[in-house]
T-cell receptor
Framework: DTGVSQNPRHKITKRGQNVTFRCDPI?????LYWYRQTLGQGPEFLTY????????KSRLLSDRFSAERPKGSFSTLEIQRTEQGDSAMYLC???????????????FGPGTRLTVL | GNSVTQMEGPVTLSEEAFLTINCTYT??????LFWYVQYPGEGLQLLLK?????DKGSNKGFEATYRKETTSFHLEKGSVQVSDSAVYFC????????????FGKGTKLTVNP
């Protein structure tokens, strides 16, 4: 399967615990995005990487959130000291970005559903 | 900032009925516009796109036209099928830069046989 994969698919944790999610993009894609989707809402942008550089972060990304893409391939999103308000679906997308004059389609993974008790 | 407003759901139709889901946007410059679809238990998939004014995106019998004068990108299908039951999201992306997507809240469509 050459699509975007995310692990785990589901995570249940207790308030105050740390969690880490992983995203494996399509192999030749240089851009990687994280979005968060809460029930009944559309996805909201969190952050994006071009290769290993994190170039933009949303104000939704509080200090408890950190994302990395150390070798420009897979990415991790860590949430420290989870709160019930962090319960959501976390989506990863990748694209072959930076090509002027053309739209660089984002391909989405299946998401990781986080439940904070 | 950029934003997308789409028709509230849920929408319930009978098979072969005509579908319209309204979408309007607010953006600076000339964004690209998209419809994404999320089938039950699956990830988001790009359904169609339009990158400039008056472009018509089409796929699987769905169509949407980029109307700059009304800042709209309404989704239409002439005859829906049960298999079209899903959640539909309108989205925009500013060209250049991060190309991050800004989504509407989604419209759940149920098509009954």
């Amino acid at each position: 399967d050459t699509g975007v994969s995310q692990n785990p698919r589901h995570k249940i944790t207790k308030r105050g615990q740390n969690v880490t999610f992983r995203c494996d993009p399509i192999s030749e894609h240089n851009r990687l995005y994280w979005y968060r989707q809460t029930l009944g809402q559309g996805p909201e942008f969190l952050t994006y990487f071009q290769n290993e550089a994190q170039l933009e972060k949303s104000r939704l990304l509080s200090d408890r959130f950190s994302a990395e893409r150390p070798k420009g391939s897979f990415s991790t999103l860590e949430i420290q000291r989870t709160e019930q308000g962090d319960s959501a679906m976390y989506l990863c997308a990748s694209s072959l970005g930076g090509r002027a004059g053309s739209y660089n389609e984002q391909f989405f993974g299946p998401g990781t559903r986080l439940t904070v008790l | 900032g950029n934003s997308v407003t789409q028709m509230e759901g849920p929408v319930t139709l009978s098979e072969e009925a005509f579908l319209t889901i309204n979408c309007t946007y607010t953006a600076t410059g000339y964004p690209s516009l998209f419809w994404y679809v999320q089938y039950p238990g699956e990830g988001l998939q790009l359904l169609l796109k339009a990158t400039k004014a008056d472009d018509k995106g089409s796929n699987k019998g769905f169509e949407a036209t980029y109307r700059k004068e009304t800042t709209s990108f309404h989704l239409e299908k002439g005859s829906v099928q049960v298999s079209d039951s899903a959640v539909y999201f309108c989205a925009l992306s500013s060209q250049g830069g991060s190309e991050k997507l800004v989504f509407g809240k989604g419209t759940k469509l149920t098509v009954n046989p």
